[in-house]
Nanobody, 116 residues
Framework: QLVESGGGLVQPGGSLRLSCAAS????????MGWYRQAPGKRRELVAT???????DYGDSVEGRFTISRDNRKNTVWLQMDSLQPDDTAVYYC????????????WGQGTQVTVSS
């Protein structure tokens, strides 16, 4: 189970920090990620982080967002800075494991709205 928190309304240029608490998975052996979906658009990659800390970012957030994880706390975060209206979306946490036992788990999502 993945439970996101930290979404809300923020003005352009502002910051938010999303959290995702995981349970029932092998957190330390999972690739953790954040994805987002805006109305009428496809779900897109925001950022991922491997168990060893290697990160990957979508082009639209590179340099503004930072993903991090704590394997002792089974938690992954997304620090979002310099937010713009185009960042408005539902943000989903994801846990992926491609070796046995395999899984691809999604959270329920948290709304982020960037507006003045």
């Amino acid at each position: 189970q993945l439970v996101e928190s930290g979404g809300g309304l923020v003005q352009p240029g502002g910051s938010l920090r999303l959290s995702c608490a995981a349970s029932g998975i092998i957190f330390g052996a999972s690739v953790m990620g954040w994805y987002r979906q805006a109305p009428g658009k496809r779900r897109e990659l925001v950022a991922t982080v491997t168990s060893g800390g290697t990160t990957d970012y979508g082009d639209s957030v590179e340099g503004r967002f930072t993903i991090s994880r704590d394997n002792r706390k089974n938690t992954v975060w997304l620090q979002m800075d310099s937010l713009q209206p185009d960042d408005t979306a539902v943000y989903y946490c994801n846990a992926l494991r491609k070796v046995t036992p395999t899984y691809n788990v999604w959270g329920q999502g948290t709304q982020v709205t960037v507006s003045s």
